[in-house]
C-alpha cells in the first residue's frame, strides 16, 4: 500500500541561525531522498530575532515566514511544503515541536516567546494545535510534564548530538505518548534521516494535524 514520507524537523537558514542550507537546497535535498513532504520547523525563540532592527511583531513574524514561503516556492507542487515551528521561551531551555501554525495564529500572540511552555500548551491545546517536545532527554534539556504535551520525539536524526533516543522512545512507552521521529535537519543528513509515513496523502496542515492527533502514522 502506498504511503507518503514527510520530514517533522527540518530548519532553513533563512531563519534558523544554527542551519547553514538554504530553503531552496533543503527541498531539492529532500526530493533527492524521495520524501512526499516536508514541515519546515524554523526556531522561534529569542536568538532568532537578536542581531535584527525589527521595529514591530508584525516584522518579526513575517522574517520568521521567510524560510518556510522559499521552501514553498521553491517546491513548485513537486514536495508538499508546510508550515511549523521549533519553539524555546524565554528563560527556558527546552524545544518543541508545533504543527499546524498560521501566519495569523503568530500575528494573534505577539508574547509567545515570553508566554513559558505551560500557559503556551493551553493556548495550543484550545487552538487544536500539537506540540511534541523535541529531543527531550539531550543533554541540556529538562523533560516536560507528559500531561501538557501531545508526545515527544523518540528519534532524532542530527549527528551533532546525542539526543539519547532508546530513552526518549521508553519514555514515550512508559506515558502512552504519541511517538515522532525528525532529522532535525540544519545542514547534512545523519547516518539515517528521520520522518513518519503517512497511509493517506497530506495535502496541508489541516490534514497533518488530524493525522498526527489520530496517531495514523508510523515511524520511518
Not at 23 to 47: F, K, N, Q
Not at 110 to 115: A, E, F, L, Q, V
Not at 181 to 197: E, L, Q
Request: aromatic letters at 12%.
Amino acid at each position: 500500500m502506498r504511503e507518503y514520507l514527510f520530514e517533522m524537523h527540518a530548519h532553513t537558514s533563512e531563519v534558523s541561525p544554527c542551519a547553514q542550507v538554504p530553503a531552496c537546497e533543503v527541498v531539492e535535498r529532500y526530493i533527492g531522498e524521495g520524501y512526499d513532504g516536508l514541515v519546515i520547523t524554523d526556531h522561534m525563540s529569542p536568538t532568532v530575532f537578536a542581531g535584527h532592527s525589527f521595529d514591530t511583531w508584525e516584522e518579526k513574524v513575517s522574517y520568521f515566514l521567510t524560510g518556510y514561503r522559499k521552501a514553498r516556492d521553491a517546491a513548485r507542487g513537486r514536495i508538499t511544503v508546510l508550515f511549523g515551528m521549533e519553539i524555546a521561551f524565554q528563560n527556558e531551555t527546552n524545544d518543541y515541536l508545533v504543527y499546524g501554525i498560521t501566519e495569523k495564529f503568530l500575528l494573534s500572540n505577539p508574547d509567545i516567546i515570553p508566554m513559558g511552555f505551560k500557559r503556551f500548551s493551553q493556548l495550543a491545546a484550545r487552538e487544536g494545535l500539537p506540540v511534541f517536545q523535541a529531543h527531550p532527554f539531550r543533554i541540556g534539556m529538562k523533560v516536560a510534564n507528559w500531561r501538557l504535551l501531545d508526545g515527544i520525539e523518540v528519534y532524532n536524526g542530527n549527528s551533532s548530538h546525542n539526543s539519547n533516543n532508546d530513552i526518549a522512545r521508553l519514555w514515550a512507552q512508559k506515558h502512552r505518548l504519541r511517538m515522532l521521529s525528525g532529522s532535525d535537519f540544519h545542514r547534512f543528513f545523519g547516518a539515517s534521516p528521520g520522518g513518519v509515513y503517512f497511509p493517506k496523502k497530506i495535502n496541508g496542515n489541516r490534514e497533518l494535524v488530524a493525522a498526527l492527533k489520530e496517531n495514523d502514522y508510523r515511524l520511518k
